[in-house]
């Protein structure tokens, strides 16, 4: 009978010792990359066009998410910037999304058609998408690889160093 309890005994040890390895060392080398970087945050935002647009259904695109508000002067003057990238890699498979913050869509519908934006503004009036990507000082803009991970959070300074900017841009498109 001792040796039957030293038998399960053993027996109960390998297979507690192989759930361990199973539970937690397999799914730590298997998936640190994946765990390393983020995955940007579904949502779905109403367009200037008054198009809704869901960012997983631009799964397969390099996406800029640029967050701003039109009483940030520095959100404005960055605004042509991001025209010129937008025009410059769209055809490659890239897109600005440009979320206002503001919470009427009045005073930032005027600036997107004085600016001839030719990319998607889409309205967060509640800040909820503003909320899911932790931003707390505008502008910022996020860069989301094909894959839909979050990969560069660019400051107004360093979307302004446009070549710096553009260079991320096509390595994320090269990938």
């Known amino acids: 009978m001792t040796r039957n309890i030293q038998l399960r005994s053993k027996k109960l040890s390998h297979v507690t010792l192989c759930l361990l390895i199973f539970t937690f060392i397999v799914p730590q080398t298997a998936y640190a990359t994946d765990e390393s970087i983020p995955a940007a945050k579904n949502f779905t935002l109403k367009s200037q066009s008054g198009k809704n647009i869901k960012l997983s ?16 002067g520095t959100c404005i003057q960055q605004l042509p910037i991001l025209n010129k990238l937008h025009r410059q890699f769209e055809k490659k498979g890239f897109t600005v999304l440009a979320i206002n913050i503001d919470e009427s869509t009045k005073k930032a519908m005027s600036i997107t058609k004085k600016q001839k934006l030719t990319f998607p503004v889409l309205f967060d009036t509640f800040n909820h998408v503003s909320r899911f990507y932790s931003v707390s000082s505008i502008p910022v803009s996020i860069l989301i690889d094909r894959d839909g991970n979050i990969r560069h959070s660019l400051n107004a300074t360093k979307v302004s160093q446009q070549k710096k900017t553009a260079q991320l841009i096509e390595e994320l498109l090269n990938e």
């Open 57 to 72: 259904e631009l799964r397969g695109q390099v996406i800029m998410l640029n967050f701003w508000a039109s009483w940030c």
